[in-house]
């Protein structure tokens, strides 16, 4: 209770309630409040921000402190820098994309291309991989936080072969990270377009701001509920 739910099906969530290891509702305090005198554990997320956890496609063990939940290795294609020619000839193929220059985002995912994310060598944390994708590669190819983090959870999952992963909505696997957050934005990567929407009319749930310093800290991982 009394944190901020990164869901689409519900984008007012302060509230998430598990059963066992699956996601049984999603809702405000106030719709929590029916709940509370049933379950065994009531958390003060205190603001926390909870999230689908991150997936590495190029690493089976990724590090749990920078938000990955699951790894794998060797069972995607993975393009890094690749000529036109490398990138043309998988225009309409299943691509895991490092977000380095020369890449292509928001071209392969603007025609439908199955995209996800990859983090460069080096990069821990998955909201690092997001901020390169977000304000670091080609401006041409940048895409909007909220599509760079579909790209490194459902998309990814999707290349897996899981298409029902990597989203918080009931009867959804209880698996997500909880972060220690100080704002949420709509971010976009069109300097024409405002970074930040307060308006809640576009029921568009917020992530923290990338282009700060202080990228949020993981506070737990939860996996299948616990």
């Known amino acids: 209770m009394s944190g901020h739910i990164y869901s689409a099906a519900e984008p007012f969530a302060s509230a998430v309630l598990v059963e066992d290891s699956t996601i049984a509702w999603i809702g405000t305090d ?5 709940h509370v005198g ?12 909870i999230t689908p956890g991150f997936v590495h496609l190029d690493d089976a063990s990724p ?11 060797g069972s995607v294609t993975i393009a890094d ?24 985002l928001r071209s392969r995912i603007a025609t439908g291309a199955p ?24 401006p041409d190819e940048r895409i909007s936080a909220r599509a760079a983090f579909s790209a490194l959870t459902r998309g990814a999952w999707r290349l897996l072969g899981h298409p029902d992963r990597g989203v918080l909505v009931v ?7 909880q972060w220690q957050v100080a704002d949420l934005v709509v971010e976009t990567p069109d300097e024409r377009i405002s ?7 576009a029921a568009t749930p917020g992530l923290p701001p990338l282009d700060s310093d202080h990228l949020p800290t993981l506070r737990r ?4 509920g616990l």
Do not use: I, K, M, Y
């Open 81 to 104: 820098q690749w000529d036109d020619q490398a990138w043309n000839e998988a225009a309409e193929a299943a691509l895991a994309v490092v977000p380095r220059d020369p890449c292509r």
């Open 38 to 49: 049933d379950v065994d554990t009531v958390v003060d997320l205190a603001g926390d921000l």
């Open 30 to 34: 106030a719709g929590a409040d029916v």
């Open 63 to 73: 590090s749990q402190a920078g938000g990955f939940s699951h790894g794998d290795s």
């Open 171 to 177: 009867g959804a696997e209880a698996t997500f990270a």
């Open 195 to 201: 970074n930040w929407s307060t308006d809640p009319r």
């Open 115 to 138: 995209t996800a994310l990859v983090p460069l060598p080096g990069q821990v944390s998955g909201w690092q991989t997001l901020r390169s994708a977000v304000h670091e590669v080609h």
């Open 221 to 224: 991982l939860w996996r299948s």
